[in-house]
């Protein structure tokens, strides 16, 4: 990932994942917590500073990502800095999630200014 305005990942959910267990057995599906946890993880790589201190303006899960007779799903996730119209020192990030071409989870991620961690 670089410091453009925006980038994409490509992640892998494997089907031993420890959460995938009990989210629910006999028909596994990622947990929603799971993919936003890689979509952090993704914005602090790329910008280079903690996603610590920050707030999910809005998210919208889609679709299920199922485990069902697969040993991993592969999701792309798309990242976008957005100007903020407000003085305020936070960042916008936009996200989307995809499955193949299917748009999975989306939505905004403001993270406060702080660079220094």
Not at 31 to 48: E, M, N, T
């Amino acid at each position: 990932m670089n410091d453009s305005q925006a980038t994409d990942k490509q992640i892998n959910i494997a089907s031993d994942h420890p959460s995938l267990a009990g989210h629910f057995p006999g028909n596994p599906l990622v947990p929603g917590v799971v993919i936003l946890d890689h979509v952090r993880q993704c914005i602090a790589q790329w910008k280079h500073f903690s996603v610590e201190a920050s707030s999910l303006k809005s998210v919208k899960f889609l679709s299920p990502v199922l485990m069902s007779d697969v040993s991993s799903q592969s999701l792309n996730i798309v990242l976008e800095e957005k100007k903020s119209l407000s003085s305020s020192q936070a960042i916008k990030i936009e996200f989307r999630c995809l499955q193949d071409d299917d748009l999975i989870v989306q939505g905004q991620w403001l993270i406060e200014a702080d660079r220094s961690k």
